[in-house]
T-cell receptor, first 109, second 113 residues
């Protein structure tokens, strides 16, 4: 099975940054994806990583360490509208995404 | 491109009744996935079709849940004898192929009373 763990909540301040952590233990690994989900809306794809290291995509960056079963999503220059839930998902060898429970990020003024 | 379309948006059923949920994937997408989302469990995988063929239904409760994809333009999730614990948001997603990211529909919010 796939165990994907995320902290339930995270708070940060507008203009600063937030790091959303994700740890996983899997029976197969074919990459890791991050999705953003606003209240009452569908999850929206943000990023996919399969190689170790940092993938810089501007406002969102993603880090992966396969040996440690660890990833994070880094949001920089936070805006109030970044307040949302962020979902980490591990892609199995059969290309099914297994999601964590999500981290609810609150960005305060 | 209208995205992934799910109907109905909301459904209320009485305990013991049947509920059928519909999903229209993005045209040209070969993979269709069904998930269930609750506050307690988060997003749980239910089942997956590729080119209309069932590939993995390991997440489906076996007794009352079933899913079909009779053609490339729609899939259905049927829940028989609904129970209050089936109350959740049911999300359908499609992807261009098995290696691509998912596009989710807006979901069907099912309430069993």
């Amino acid at each position: 099975g796939q165990g994907v763990e995320q902290p339930a909540k995270l708070m940060s301040v507008e203009g600063t940054f937030a790091r959303v952590n994700c740890t996983y233990s899997t029976s197969g690994f074919n990459g890791l994806s991050w999705y953003q989900q606003r209240e009452g809306q569908a999850p929206v794809f943000l990023s996919y990583v399969v190689l170790d290291g940092l993938k810089d995509s501007g406002h969102f960056s993603t880090f992966l360490s396969r040996s440690n079963g660890y990833s994070y999503l880094l949001l920089t220059e936070l805006q109030i509208k970044d307040s949302a839930s962020y979902l980490c998902a591990v892609r199995s060898n059969y290309n099914v995404l297994y999601f964590g429970s999500g981290t609810k990020l609150t960005v305060e003024p | 491109n209208a995205g992934v379309i799910q109907t109905p948006r909301h459904k209320v059923t009485g305990k013991g009744q049947e509920a059928t949920l519909w999903c229209e994937p993005i045209s040209g997408h070969s993979a269709v996935f069904w998930y269930r989302q609750t506050i307690v469990q988060g997003l749980e995988f239910l089942t997956y079709f590729r080119n209309q063929a069932p590939i993995d239904d390991s997440g489906m409760p076996k007794e009352r849940f079933s899913a079909q994809m009779p053609n490339q333009s729609h899939s259905t999730l049927k829940i028989q004898s609904t129970q209050p614990q089936d109350s959740a948001v049911y999300l359908c997603a499609s992807s261009l192929d098995s290696n691509s990211d998912y596009t989710f529909g807006s979901g069907t919010r099912l309430l069993v009373i």
